[in-house]
């Protein structure tokens, strides 16, 4: 119950509920593959790329190529959220507070989607028949280390064109760009902030990263910039997403479900209820790259 709600009774000139800076919803569910899922665990197949064999002689047996099929486990994971107001405070207040507090409940379960996704990209990932085969970002990850330099010796650095470059590298290297699939950029503010700072005045790139930090264009080098300060630090070492569309993956069963109603046991209070249930996986780790940016540069 919420025993706080008695902080947004409002005065005279007062006449709605100011819902506090935070994340308001989900930022990366637009820009992974999507799918419903209904059961518990599903599996999501995948096909691995072959040679053709050159034709030496005459009449002999047509070769069989067997194709690299395995698949990815995706489970799910319950989320829910609820508060209950307390109907002499929806008569003392002005403004009903039960559409701000719904809001604020969706903007917490778009929140921990996020999460989900971002657990995925570099957490363990299952294949195999049943799903019991575990793949670790470390067997199948490319990374762009915190002191990578192009030139010279090695020192830690946030968000860099250099680092940029390496992972578009990635990318290109490894095929893992299908034709028209977005490259996205999931970084934190610091990140953002640090190109401008690392982009000389004289440089080409420089209006460019200006208009980004200034939120005027959000694509750069190829990539499309996300913001997101829920990105893993540890140690003031930030582990930024780049990724293709496809290398991850949000399954979800329906749709964010909102209840609003009475709760007879609690005399009668209004709650406010939300649920989701949604998972992830890296489908591919060709297709995921992690950048280790140290916002301490």
């Known amino acids: 119950m919420s025993f706080t709600v008695d902080t947004a009774l409002v005065q005279a000139y007062k006449a709605n509920i100011t819902l506090l800076s935070q994340q308001r919803g989900s930022r990366l569910r637009p820009y992974v593959r999507r799918e419903m899922q209904n059961a518990k665990y599903e599996f999501y197949d995948r096909l691995d790329s072959t040679a053709a064999t050159e034709v030496t002689t005459r009449h002999a047996d047509t070769p069989l190529i067997s194709s690299p099929h395995d698949r990815r486990r995706v489970g799910m994971r319950d989320f829910d959220w609820a508060d209950l107001i307390d109907r002499k405070d929806k008569v003392r207040m002005l403004a009903d507070p039960t559409s701000a507090y719904t809001q604020n409940a969706v903007f917490a379960l778009g929140r921990s989607m996020d999460q989900v996704i971002i657990d995925a990209a570099?957490?363990?990932?299952?294949?195999?028949?049943?799903?019991?085969?575990?793949?670790?970002?470390?067997?199948?990850?490319?990374?762009?280390?915190?002191?990578?330099?192009?030139?010279?010796?090695?020192?830690?650095?946030?968000?860099?064109?250099?680092?940029?470059?390496?992972?578009?590298?990635?990318?290109?290297?490894?095929?893992?760009?299908?034709?028209?699939?977005?490259?996205?950029?999931?970084?934190?503010?610091?990140?953002?902030?640090?190109?401008?700072?690392?982009?000389?005045?004289?440089?080409?790139?420089?209006?460019?990263?200006?208009?980004?930090?200034?939120?005027?264009?959000?694509?750069?080098?190829?990539?499309?910039?996300?913001?997101?300060?829920?990105?893993?630090?540890?140690?003031?070492?930030?582990?930024?997403?780049?990724?293709?569309?496809?290398?991850?993956?949000?399954?979800?069963?329906?749709?964010?479900?909102?209840?609003?109603?009475?709760?007879?046991?609690?005399?009668?209070?209004?709650?406010?209820?939300?649920?989701?249930?949604?998972?992830?996986?890296?489908?591919?780790?060709?297709?995921?790259?992690?950048?280790?940016c140290d916002e301490t540069k």
């Open 122 to 292: 570099f957490g363990t990932a299952f294949t195999g028949e049943t799903g019991a085969t575990s793949v670790t970002w470390a067997t199948e990850g490319n990374e762009v280390a915190v002191d990578y330099v192009e030139v010279g010796g090695a020192t830690n650095s946030n968000l860099t064109i250099a680092k940029l470059r390496k992972a578009k590298d990635y990318f290109g290297v490894n095929e893992s760009q299908a034709d028209g699939e977005p490259l996205i950029a999931a970084v934190a503010q610091s990140q953002i902030t640090s190109l401008l700072r690392n982009v000389e005045v004289t440089n080409s790139d420089y209006n460019t990263v200006k208009a980004l930090v200034a939120g005027e264009v959000d694509t750069f080098m190829g990539f499309k910039f996300v913001r997101t300060q829920l990105l893993t630090v540890t140690s003031s070492i930030r582990e930024c997403i780049f990724f293709a569309q496809n290398g991850l993956l949000l399954a979800e069963n329906t749709d964010v479900l909102v209840d609003v109603g009475p709760r007879r046991d609690k005399r009668n209070a209004t709650q406010v209820y939300v649920c989701g249930t949604f998972g992830a996986a890296r489908m591919e780790g060709k297709k995921v790259v992690r950048v280790k």
